[in-house]
C-alpha cells in the first residue's frame, strides 16, 4: 500500500465549477500537509500548507485535513482555465522531514 | 520563497555516461533535496544534501548511483551515473523555506532526462 494515495484524474470541468481534489494517506503520524500545483514543465509550485487538522482559506483554494479519517482535500471556487494543471498533495510526519506525495490529479478546466 | 536555477533543463543522454545536474538557490538554505519524478507517478525523494556532511539516501537509491556534491549553503550537484533507459525521468532540486525555516518546500524547474 503507498503511503498517499490520489487519484490521477484527469479531472475535467467548466470555467467556473467547484473543484475538489482529494488525498488519502495511511501514516497516522503525519502532520503536515502540503498542496503543490505544477504546470506541464515546470516544478511544482506551493499552493496551501496546513498543520494538523482542521481548514486553511487563501483566495478561492480551500485546505481541508481531517486526521481521524486520514483525508484531505482541496477546494478551488469558480475554478478558472489557468487552474488547469496537475495538483500534487503532499505530507510529512515532522518539520523539515522526509515529504511523501501523492501522484498527482491532473485538473482541466473548460473556457 | 526561493529562486532555484536548475540546469540543464533537458538532455538526452547515450546510456552507460553520466549527467551532472546543478541546483542554484539566490538565498543560502541548510537542507536541499533531490527528487525524481517518473511519468504519471509522485515524486520520490533520492536524498537530502547537506552542506559539510555526506548526503542521507533513501531506500533504493546509493551513492555510487546518484553521487551529490554540496560544496556551499546555495549549491549542490546530482549525477546519475551509468545511466540506462530506466534513468530517464524528471529530476527536480528543492529546498526549505530559508525565510521561515518551516516546512514548504521549493522546487526548481526539473531536468527533464532522456536516456537512448
Known amino acids: 500500500q503507498k503511503e498517499v494515495e490520489q487519484d490521477p484524474g484527469p479531472l475535467s470541468v467548466p470555467e467556473g465549477a467547484i473543484v475538489s481534489l482529494n488525498c488519502t494517506y495511511s501514516?497516522?503520524?503525519?502532520?503536515?500537509f502540503m498542496w503543490y500545483r505544477q504546470y506541464s514543465r515546470k516544478g511544482p509550485e506551493l499552493l496551501m500548507y496546513t498543520y494538523s487538522s482542521g481548514n486553511k482559506e487563501d483566495g478561492r483554494f480551500t485546505a481541508q485535513v481531517d486526521k481521524s479519517s486520514k483525508y484531505i482535500s482541496l477546494f478551488i471556487r469558480d475554478s478558472q482555465p489557468s487552474d488547469s494543471a496537475t495538483y500534487l498533495c503532499?505530507?510529512?510526519?515532522?518539520?523539515?522531514?522526509?515529504?511523501?506525495f501523492g501522484s498527482g490529479t491532473k485538473l482541466n478546466v473548460k473556457p | 520563497s526561493a529562486v532555484i536555477s536548475q540546469k540543464p533543463s533537458r538532455d538526452i543522454c547515450q546510456r552507460g555516461t553520466s549527467l551532472t545536474i546543478q541546483c542554484q538557490v539566490d538565498s543560502q538554505v541548510t537542507m536541499m533535496f533531490w527528487y525524481r519524478q517518473q511519468p504519471g507517478q509522485s515524486l520520490t525523494l533520492i536524498a537530502t544534501?547537506?552542506?559539510?556532511?555526506?548526503?542521507?539516501?533513501e531506500s533504493g537509491f546509493v551513492i555510487d548511483k546518484f553521487p551529490i556534491s554540496r560544496p556551499n549553503l546555495t549549491f549542490s550537484t546530482l549525477t546519475v551515473s551509468n545511466m540506462s533507459p530506466e534513468d530517464s525521468s524528471i529530476y527536480l532540486c528543492?529546498?526549505?523555506?530559508?525565510?521561515?525555516?518551516?516546512?514548504?518546500?521549493?522546487f526548481g524547474q526539473g531536468t527533464r532526462l532522456t536516456v537512448v
Open positions: 501514516n497516522s503520524a503525519f502532520q503536515y
Open positions: 528543492s529546498v526549505g523555506n530559508p525565510a521561515r525555516q518551516a516546512n514548504e518546500a521549493f
Open positions: 544534501a547537506n552542506q559539510g556532511s555526506e548526503a542521507t539516501y
Open positions: 503532499a505530507m510529512s510526519e515532522h518539520n523539515f522531514n522526509k515529504f511523501y
